[in-house]
């Protein structure tokens, strides 16, 4: 699971970037969405090292059996989909409250 949660949080974090600076350059305030991607980044660390801490423990105290394998896969799952589909939902949603609050603003 180690190997998944670090490549996953890379995946995460090059995503995010690149989404962020792409809204910056398409005319988004810079300073709101590094606000938001510090912040996704900021709870995104202590989820996924918390996931990763339990299937440590298990890994330590649990014999391999089909249903651990089974949890095991669907937590991967998880964790790939999050990592994958969380910055374009957190970027754009960023961007639809920078507009509503630009407009409510001016």
């Known amino acids: 699971m180690t190997l998944h949660a670090a490549t996953a949080l890379i995946a995460f974090a090059a995503l995010q970037i690149w989404l962020v600076s792409s809204a910056i350059s398409?005319?988004?305030?810079s300073a709101l969405i590094i606000v938001a991607?510090?912040?996704?980044?900021?709870?995104?660390?202590?989820?996924t090292r918390?996931?990763?801490?339990?299937?440590?423990?298990l890994s330590r105290q649990a014999l391999a059996s089909w249903g651990l394998h089974a949890r095991f896969r669907r937590d991967v799952r998880r964790l790939w989909a999050a990592a994958l589909t969380l910055p374009f939902l957190w970027v754009s949603g960023a961007m639809a409250a920078t507009d509503a609050i630009a407009k409510i603003a001016g």
Not at 37 to 47: C, G, H, K, M, Y
């Open 26 to 29: 398409a005319g988004a305030p």
């Open 37 to 47: 991607l510090v912040i996704l980044i900021a709870l995104a660390l202590p989820i």
């Open 50 to 57: 918390s996931v990763e801490r339990r299937w440590y423990h």
